[in-house]
């Protein structure tokens, strides 16, 4: 059974750092897609960052470019969101998630695109 848990969540001030985890069991970190989403009050989910299969391509929302960057670490099995220059349209649960495909492709930020999914982790940013 696959499980997704996200941590390192919480307040920050606008142009602080933030990093956030996602320990999986069930599934490996490096053997398919892996992405990160998040959902603010009253909006819609929106892809985030995601990446694919080990070595391959790295996805980013237009918004959080050059600002957060999507790593994993094969030997915790874990997959990274380091968020930079935060800003408070940042402010979201966040959450992780997954799918049993090497290549996320070309539909990466669409929720419809992944099978597992984390509870998510709060982040507020304060101007």
């Known amino acids: 059974q696959v499980q997704l848990v996200e941590s390192g969540g919480g307040s920050v001030e606008a142009g602080g750092s933030l990093r956030l985890s996602c320990a999986a069991s069930?599934?490996?970190?490096?053997?398919?897609?892996m992405g990160w989403f998040r959902q603010a009050p009253g909006k819609e989910r929106e892809g985030v960052a995601a990446?694919?299969?080990?070595?391959?391509?790295?996805h980013y929302a237009d918004s959080v470019k050059g600002r957060f960057l999507i790593s994993r670490d094969m030997d915790k099995n874990t997959l990274y969101l380091e968020m930079n220059s935060m800003k408070s349209e940042d402010t979201a649960m966040y959450y992780c998630?997954?799918?049993?495909?090497?290549?996320?492709?070309?539909?990466?930020?669409?929720?419809?695109?992944?099978?597992?999914w984390g509870r998510g982790t709060q982040v507020t940013v304060s101007s």
């Open positions: 998630a997954a799918v049993d495909q090497y290549w996320c492709g070309g539909s990466w930020y669409s929720m419809t695109r992944y099978d597992y």
């Open positions: 069930g599934y490996t970190v490096d053997s398919a897609c």
């Open positions: 990446m694919d299969r080990r070595g391959g391509t790295t």
